[in-house]
């Protein structure tokens, strides 16, 4: 239960903190127009959107459990990549938004499989774990941007991502045993 919290929690971070914090981390790191980095976030949710509509189906047919991993190393891999090679890159940020829309809905879907007794206490357990990890990560995040500045304090996102990844894989293994549910 604490890990399915943690590895989404450090998941939400990673998607919240794209609108919270890209387009802050555009201007600051590249002097772009807020104009610019809204284009950049909007293609991100727009990808997301197309994500969400169309993983359901993704989902049905490679498993759960496996396609949450896979898009969750490539979103991870195309963020690393737009954040580490700053700003002919950039784009590929968005792109990522196709590959974390299916991250959360499937996860919480294992919930009711995984925890069969009591699937609405788990699941508010897991919501109050994922509002305390964001919320603290966010304020985190405020404080290094203001010490660090945004270039350095930007890769709490992928390194946020890239903890959930190693969550979710812990999960797998822990799970394997029941892997009609997965």
């Not at 047919?61 to 195309?78: D, N, P, Q, S, Y």
Request: with cysteine; proline share 3%; glycine share 10%.
């Amino acid at each position: 239960l604490y890990v399915f919290g943690a590895a989404l929690g450090f998941y939400v971070f990673a998607e919240q903190g794209m609108s919270l914090w890209l387009p802050n981390y555009l201007k600051e790191a590249f002097g772009l127009r807020e104009s610019i980095g809204a284009r950049y976030l909007g293609a991100f949710f727009l990808l997301f959107a197309v994500g969400r509509l169309f993983g359901g189906f993704i989902v049905h047919k490679t498993g759960v459990m496996r396609t949450v991993i896979f898009t969750e190393i490539a979103a991870l891999v195309l963020l690393f990549i737009g954040v580490f090679f700053g700003n002919s890159y950039l784009f590929v940020i968005s792109v990522s938004g196709l590959f974390f829309s299916i991250v959360f809905p499937s996860t919480m879907s294992l919930v009711s499989k995984i925890f069969k007794e009591r699937p609405g206490m788990a699941t508010g357990f897991i919501m109050t774990m994922v509002a305390f990890i964001l919320n603290s990560m966010n304020l985190v995040m405020g404080i290094l941007m203001d010490e660090i500045g945004p270039r350095l304090t930007i890769f709490l996102l992928p390194l946020s991502m890239g903890i959930s990844l190693c969550l979710m894989i812990f999960i797998r293994i822990k799970t394997k045993s029941n892997e009609s549910a997965l």
